[in-house]
């Protein structure tokens, strides 16, 4: 045992903004910090059951480099005990402090730790959890940020370490050393000079348990392979969620592995996923029904008044108020004329889902015409005679406007939709890919529309739940609302706001947050971010993380391919995560051709291109 006689370092009180500790450690005087373990990068924590009260409370140095130890019992002054001005420690390696820093800073929720950087502390990277022991407990922080201080006299680097921490949630300490329940949140926060360690295996055991409810499994939690990370599974689909990931970051991998492990659990589930390059058809296979052009009934009469305008007249229909009046007028008529408007014409409005002919819609604008007695206002009506004509003879758009679908069920529709019943494919791949760019925003409000009406009117019995999955989101949902898009944003946006109401939930996937729609993506309560480097990325997905996890945005440039930040209710903690690999049939389709494998050889040739051109032509026939 080696004795100390120094002069013990006072305690910097908690409102000091900055420390600097420009000191370097004894070695001869003092037992070093024990290094983290080489396999799982967790800092080993022998004799965690001892009474904590005589734990070390802070490590300092003196201006002239030798270290003093202001090892006090918990509980009592900062002199160590009534009337005391020092306490001299004897330390062996058996009871060296187990703990890689001290706190010197206390700032509400956020809170920074020194220490030697000969010592555990190095091990401290940003993501990595970190337990502060209280005397009241035990507080779970996740470090943000770590920087090497100056030494004495400007050396660069030869200073004590500096570690940023966030507070996220806080444990009692039990007999045996271990962690008890972990709440999210701190109500007891550290003092300084609390000691900072490294959560330990059980530690981090503990933190990421699964709950008493239903959670699904999605990866490993980063510095502790030998920890699952899971998620609650109603929370994170029940109150929406968001997937967010540049190109090639595994975005869409990771869309695949949440629905899986989902529908792996629950196959009698009900998802629906928008996909607009159709590279999901072959990572679910079986248990998907694909919804494509070539297969689609998406009746027309099933459009309300504004979304049947929008294919008519463009995205700038209000510019042509006289023409969107004929053709309101003219669907009134058409829906009143037909078998079921019939029998209750007084309650039938433009918006009312009600078979009609089209042949009726086409001579209701005739007999306008004929009521006309100036020639130059024949205009309006004629340039929507001839968009009908051009829509009803057009093969691209035969899954909307088609004389057979009239004979369409509406019972058919939602049915296949929604997959009630699942028979097996509980996934419905809507494939927007073939989809007319002219029309492809209609298609996908009217898809929205559908979903949200079917379950706030399905609320009033007893509503099946419903997930709606949209990639590319920003694309749909903009956050600049002169692009387009009006009507899938606002019916996305309602189901953002109201659709946990009616059993609905709501998943965003995007690679470009900052294009997003703000209002929508902030009622997503989980994020999954993986790989963004965009600093207008990364300074709005920054601002939109729950859990005053803003300041773990920094780790996400430098994520590898299959790494996420996970944050938000459905998320024990916010936590760092490798997530799980695919199997190559579960994996979706890839984005990039093969250049070089695809031009070594003569392949692609006159009957390809034949080939190709059909199925431009006429989609239906495929």
């Known amino acids: 045992m080696v004795d100390t006689d120094t002069t013990p370092a006072r305690v910097p009180a908690a409102a000091s903004a900055n420390v600097t500790m420009p000191l370097t450690p004894r070695r001869s005087s003092v037992a070093r910090v024990p290094a983290a373990d080489e396999d799982h990068s967790l800092a080993k924590r022998p004799g965690r059951g001892r009474d904590r009260s005589t734990s070390v409370a802070s490590a300092m140095m003196d201006g002239d480099g030798t270290m003093t130890d202001a090892r006090r ?68 922080g996740v470090v943000t940020g770590v920087i090497a201080r100056d030494g004495a006299g400007g050396t660069p680097a030869a200073g004590p370490v500096a570690v940023d921490i966030a507070t996220i949630g806080e444990a009692e300490r039990l007999d045996d050393g271990g962690l008890g329940a972990v709440h999210r949140g701190v109500t007891r926060h550290p003092r300084v000079g609390d000691p900072v360690a490294l959560a330990a295996a059980d530690d981090m055991a503990a933190i990421f348990a699964p709950a008493t409810d239903t959670t699904i499994t999605v990866g490993h939690v980063y510095g502790a392979p030998e920890v699952q990370a899971h998620l609650h599974m109603d929370a994170l689909l029940g109150r929406h969620f968001a997937i967010l990931g540049t190109t090639g970051s595994g975005k869409s991998c990771a869309v695949s592995l949440l629905l899986h492990r989902v529908l792996e659990g629950f196959p009698h589930g009900h998802v629906v996923v928008l996909d607009p390059h159709n590279e999901y058809r072959e990572a679910f296979g079986d248990i998907s029904h694909v919804v494509d052009p070539a297969g689609m009934s998406l009746p027309y009469w099933l459009m309300t008044g504004e979304e049947l305008a929008s294919v008519f007249l463009g995205p700038r229909l209000h510019d042509h108020v006289a023409e969107l009046m004929v053709l309101l007028d003219a669907l009134l008529d058409a829906k009143r004329k037909s078998p079921i408007g019939r029998q209750s014409p007084d309650t039938v409005t433009v918006d009312s889902p009600i078979p009609y002919r089209l042949s009726d819609l086409r001579k209701a604008l005739d007999d306008q015409v004929g009521s006309l007695s100036r020639s130059e206002d024949v205009r309006p009506y004629m340039r929507l005679i001839n968009r009908l004509d051009g829509l009803m003879g057009d093969p691209r758009f035969a899954f909307m406007f088609s004389g057979s679908l009239m004979r369409i069920s509406m019972v058919d529709v939602i049915s296949t939709l929604l997959r009630m019943p699942t028979d097996g494919a509980p996934l419905t791949l809507v494939d927007l890919s073939g989809v007319p760019s002219e029309v492809v925003e209609v298609v996908v409000s009217l898809f929205c529309r559908i979903v949200f009406d079917f379950q706030l009117f399905a609320s009033e019995v007893q509503s099946a739940p419903v997930l709606l999955v ?102 024990p903690m916010p936590m760092r995560i490798n997530l799980d690999l695919l199997t190559p049939r579960q994996q979706p389709r890839r984005g990039a051709a093969s250049f070089s494998d695809s031009w070594t050889r003569e392949t692609w040739d006159r009957a390809y291109v034949q080939e190709v051109i059909g199925r431009w032509r006429y989609p239906r026939q495929q």
């Open 470 to 571: 949209c990639e590319e989101a920003h694309r749909y949902a903009p956050a600049d609302t002169t692009s387009g898009f009006t009507s899938t944003r606002r019916a996305l946006g309602r189901i953002a706001k109201e659709g946990r109401k009616y059993g609905l939930g709501l998943g965003l996937v995007s690679q470009r947050p900052s294009e997003l729609d703000p209002e929508i993506l902030s009622q997503c309560n989980t994020v999954m971010a993986l790989r963004l480097s965009n600093e207008r990325d990364l300074i709005y997905v920054r601002g939109a993380l729950p859990d005053d996890a803003g300041d773990l945005a920094g780790v996400l440039p430098a994520l590898a391919t299959a790494q996420a930040l996970v944050v938000g209710v459905a998320s």
């Open 73 to 140: 019992p918990v509980g009592m002054g900062r002199s160590g005990g009534p009337g005391s001005e020092r306490e001299t420690v004897a330390m062996t390696a058996d009871t060296a402090p187990e703990a890689i820093g001290y706190l010197m800073q206390v700032l509400g929720s956020r809170v920074m730790a020194y220490g030697s950087p000969d010592g555990g502390i190095r091990e401290a990277r940003p993501g990595r959890l970190v337990c502060i022991d209280t005397t009241e407990g035990t507080v779970i």
